[in-house]
């Protein structure tokens, strides 16, 4: 069978099973990041924050639907006949989650702010070309990613502006 050949129709419970995987490895992504975030409500509450900084309480659930999305996303790629362009799409999928999950570490465990924006300066690009990647394959999933990309944005000009105000803190 060549590499191209579309795959063998997979079972229901097969399916569902993957759903799962990419569940668990999109939150487990959350909870690598979760690690280095246990001291951040403390350390988030000492930074001078921008009049538009939103409270504490809504990162949380707005990564946990962003996370869910993520995973969907993947899954309805990886669902699609295998080949070159979903090989890519996945594993840059998978590289934007190293990159997600190191951020928190950057920002919150080690307190180094350039580093932190560096990283989501590269995962803004991981994202934007895993989104356009998705959409090719699976527009449903690239648009899945557009919240994502959304938040990644709001959050990079959110770290500059913690970094840049907080000198001190985020060196």
């Known amino acids: 069978m060549s590499r191209h050949a579309t795959p063998l129709p997979r079972s229901t419970a097969h399916t569902w099973l993957a759903l799962a995987g990419w569940l668990v490895l999109a939150f487990a992504t959350a909870a690598i990041g979760g690690v280095a975030s246990v001291q951040a409500?403390?350390?988030?509450?000492?930074?001078?924050?921008?009049?538009?900084?939103?409270?504490?309480?809504v990162f949380g659930p707005v990564w946990t639907v962003l996370y869910a999305m993520m995973a969907i996303a993947a899954w309805l790629v990886w669902r699609e006949p295998a080949g070159d362009a979903r090989r890519r799409a996945?594993?840059?999928?998978?590289?934007?989650?190293?990159?997600?999950?190191?951020?928190s570490w950057l920002f919150f465990a080690?307190?180094?702010?350039?580093?932190?924006?560096a990283d989501i300066a590269l995962l803004w690009l991981t994202?934007?070309?895993?989104?356009?990647?998705?959409?090719?394959?699976?527009?449903l999933a690239g648009a899945?990613?557009?919240p994502y990309l959304?938040?990644?944005?709001?959050?990079?000009?959110?770290?500059?502006?913690?970094?840049?105000?907080?000198?001190q803190l985020l060196g």
Do not use: D, E
Request: charged fraction near 5%; proline fraction near 10%.
């Open 127 to 139: 994202v934007a070309a895993t989104l356009a990647g998705f959409w090719r394959i699976k527009p």
């Open 110 to 117: 080690w307190h180094l702010g350039a580093w932190a924006l």
């Open 90 to 103: 996945l594993t840059l999928f998978c590289v934007q989650l190293v990159l997600n999950g190191l951020w």
């Open 144 to 146: 899945l990613l557009v």
């Open 41 to 57: 409500p403390a350390f988030y509450a000492q930074l001078t924050q921008p009049s538009w900084s939103p409270p504490p309480g």
């Open 150 to 167: 959304a938040w990644i944005s709001f959050a990079a000009a959110l770290n500059f502006t913690l970094w840049r105000m907080n000198p």
